[in-house]
């Protein structure tokens, strides 16, 4: 079972040799490689918060399954009868079974089988980004409508108090703005790093450190919500 130290020191180890592995590749592809290096290392850092946190809850591993299997979202049935044009209606009807559309988040949590969780990871986020985060929350909340909704990111760019790791995230005007229009997702946001994203001090350029604490803080929080399926 993975540790908190272990999460720190696979970080310390990728963002101290992440500039050094991306400079051997051509210049076209630097800005590439680093966005995929972050953005992997901030969902194995969310992945190894979940077991450690279903570990704690005394919840057995054999019961946990993680994964990012996409998810049909059916066609509406309100949709196809809202359009005029009675041939297209016909042959939606004929093919409906290949009206879906398919989608993931970064994780999903089963326990048991059951869809209980889903997690988007990133390396960042800001609002233009959240858009898309909450629109995909809520097509996959009409299918399953009672899982838990999860940002977690390293840094943010999001504005407010996200990156100053308060106890109680107040968060920005924008973004709760934005949340409000999609009444289906309550979207928890978690932030691992303090100081809101600079563009200009990249962290695998000006290190961060990730804090023990705040690690902690993001394993109780997903105890929290995972106890009531253990």
Known sequence: ??????????YDTILKVADTNALRQSARAYGG???SLKGGLQEHITEEIIKIAWSNLGGD??????NSRKINVPIRQSYIDRIKDKEVQDYIRQNIERYVYRLSVDKHIFIDGKFVMGIECKAFTENAMIKRILIDFHLIKLVYPQISCFLFQLESQLGGDYSKLP??????????SIMSYFENVELHIFTLLEGERNINKPIHKFFKPLEYDNV?????LLEHHLRKFV
């Open 1 to 10: 079972m993975p540790t908190i130290e272990d999460i720190i020191k696979t």
């Open 33 to 35: 490689v680093m966005r």
């Open 61 to 66: 591993e054999n019961r946990l399954d993680i």
């Open 167 to 176: 106890k109680t995230v107040f968060g920005s005007f924008s973004t709760h």
């Open 216 to 220: 902690e803080r993001a394993v109780k």
